[in-house]
Nanobody, 117 residues
Framework: VQLQASGGGLVQAGGSLRLSCAAS????????TAWFRQAPGKEREFVAR????????YYADAVKGRFTISIENAKNTVYLQMNSLKPEDTAVYYC???????????WGQGTQVTVSS
């Protein structure tokens, strides 16, 4: 299973970006999938996840109301729509999906998001 994340870039505060995570080797359907991020000098942190059944998503408090995770099964792609971006959202963003052991066993390579003030 390989995940390819894309869509990062440089944006001004208040702007928007949409990240994409395309999977090959397996579908997302039936597996938990999430976005994480890691800012310079900080631990990787959870951002958002979508359940196995693509039901109710779950968000970190820091992004609730601004970010939206979604899945497009026809393209085997998970998205993270990020609105009202803040400088503190600056980080490398990673997508991850459930592996054989039940945890997030498969990770994308990360995509850089930089929000300028």
């Amino acid at each position: 299973v390989q995940l390819q994340a894309s869509g990062g870039g440089l944006v001004q505060a208040g702007g928007s970006l949409r990240l994409s995570c395309a999977a090959s080797g397996r579908t997302f359907s039936g597996y938990r999938t999430a976005w994480f991020r890691q800012a310079p000098g900080k631990e990787r942190e959870f951002v958002a996840r979508i359940s196995k059944s693509a039901g109710t998503p779950y968000y970190a408090d820091a992004v609730k109301g601004r970010f939206t995770i979604s899945i497009e099964n026809a393209k085997n792609t998970v998205y993270l729509q990020m609105n009202s971006l803040k400088p503190e959202d600056t980080a490398v963003y990673y997508c991850a999906t459930e592996g054989p052991g039940g945890g997030y066993g498969y990770w994308g390579q990360g995509t850089q998001v930089t929000v300028s003030s």
